[in-house]
């Protein structure tokens, strides 16, 4: 026998073994390596979340700053409004990497929903589409959340665009910053209802896992909270 030919004929005794390992599976053990692997893939979202935080408190900085200065100071309030500007774009920029993140998740927890008719019992099978429908419903949440966070950037950073002009009137300035503080009404609003389902998520999941007798260490996802104005 060739080695070549061997080493064919091992490839399929290890792919056969690894189809009959992934086949003993159980469905709840599927369900879980789902759920599990979706976890991971949100790890990107819990990065970002802290580097959106930093930049949030730098902006801040900014723009109490930009605010402190008087008219005949406009060079130093449009370097400032420069990097106010630079610092939104970068916001944007984690906030997409963050939706990048939570939409791979989503896919992967898309998976569990056609092993729910392979499990057995009543209790179970309900507290997995229950789990299912609360992620379902998180998913959601963060999309409006993502949709009120985008907006209330596009406002920041016309804000910044404003404070450039020389012939800025106050009126003006003053209608932007109230439509900023409505946009950020609105992400902390969507931003509660996403905490909400995150938290009730959580609780299904730790239920699904003690109903199944999986020894799992359950811990939370993080659910941090972006700053107003």
């Known amino acids: 026998m060739s080695i070549k030919k061997s080493v064919i004929i091992a490839l399929g005794f290890m792919l056969l073994f690894i189809i009959t390992a992934c086949s003993n599976e159980t469905p709840e053990e599927k369900i879980q390596n789902h759920l599990e692997e979706a976890v991971t893939l949100e790890e990107g979202f819990e990065k970002q979340q802290s ?56 896919e992967e927890f898309s998976n569990t929903k056609e092993i729910i008719a392979d499990l057995e019992g009543k209790e179970v099978k309900e507290t997995a589409e229950k789990m299912i429908k609360t992620m379902d419903q998180r998913y959601d949440s963060y999309g409006k959340l993502n949709k009120a966070y985008n907006n209330a950037l596009k406002l920041e950073k016309e804000m910044y665009e404003l404070l450039s002009k020389e012939d800025l009137k106050q009126e003006t300035l003053t209608e932007k910053i109230n439509a900023i503080n409505k ?30 007798g999986m020894n799992v260490t359950y811990e939370g996802e993080s659910d941090k909270k972006p700053e107003d104005k």
């Open 183 to 212: 946009a950020y009404e609105k992400v902390i609003e969507s931003n509660e209802a996403f905490n909400k389902h995150t938290k009730a998520y959580n609780e299904m999941k730790k239920e699904f896992y003690e109903q199944t």
């Open 51 to 106: 580097k959106i935080t930093d930049l949030e408190k730098k902006e801040q900085e900014l723009y109490k700053e930009i605010m402190g200065l008087g008219k005949d100071e406009m060079d130093e309030i449009k370097k400032l409004a420069d990097q106010g500007i630079e610092t939104v774009d970068k916001r944007s920029e984690a906030i997409k990497k963050e939706q990048e993140s939570i939409e791979k998740a989503k």
